[in-house]
């Protein structure tokens, strides 16, 4: 029974110390708002249409 209530305060000791000392949700919050840099070259529409472009020319060598 002493080992099941030092678990329980370990636990809950832990949850308060991540409450009061974790990330701030507000600094979360603003990162996940901030605008998104360059996309990735496969969630690129420009990039992809080049490439499809690229595939579909006639007399070359697509490899």
Request: charged share 30%; aromatic share 6%; glycine share 8%.
């Amino acid at each position: 029974m002493l080992y099941a209530l030092a678990a329980i305060g370990a636990v809950t000791l832990v949850v308060l110390l991540w409450k009061g000392f974790g990330p701030v949700r507000e600094a979360l919050e603003q990162r996940e708002d901030a605008q998104p840099g360059r996309p990735a070259p496969d969630d690129d529409p420009e990039f992809l249409r080049r490439i499809a472009e690229q595939q579909n020319k006639p007399g070359e060598d697509n490899r």
